[in-house]
Nanobody
Framework: QVQLVESGGGLVQAGGSLRLSCAAS????????MGWFRQAPGKEREFVAA????????SYADSVKGRFTISRDNAKNTVYLQMNSLKPEDTAVYYC???????????????WGQGTQVTVSS
């Protein structure tokens, strides 16, 4: 199995930035994709961004495109989510996940981190 440890959440003002980190215990053939999802109170979990360990191919939700950047450091088994120009509607618990291939559906990811709270004040 893969263990994921997230960090970097916190409270920021609108327009500010945060950088989330997700450290994976191991990379395997069946866990090539690393994704970020978020869930706000009263809302369904939604896809944010994902990246492939092997190819570096990225995918973003339309709501964060141009503001968020996902990247990976293969030597450290760590994926980052750089979040700029944050808006109050970005407030949510952000979850790191890993699965076989990059995709938009939460069901496609096998292992999940504990989540980290991101709060953006107006």
């Amino acid at each position: 199995q893969v263990q994921l440890v997230e960090s970097g959440g916190g409270l920021v003002q609108a327009g500010g930035s945060l950088r989330l980190s997700c450290a994976a215990s191991v990379r395997t053939f069946n866990t090539d994709a690393m994704g970020w999802f978020r869930q706000a109170p009263g809302k369904e979990r939604e896809f944010v961004a994902a990246i492939s360990w092997s190819s570096g191919i990225r995918s973003y939700a339309d709501s964060v495109k141009g503001r968020f950047t996902i990247s990976r450091d293969n030597a450290k088994n760590t994926v980052y989510l750089q979040m700029n120009s944050l808006k109050p509607e970005d407030t949510a618990v952000y979850y790191c996940a890993t699965g076989r291939v990059v995709g938009l559906e939460a069901a496609g990811y096998s292992y999940w981190g504990q989540g980290t709270q991101v709060t953006v004040s107006s």
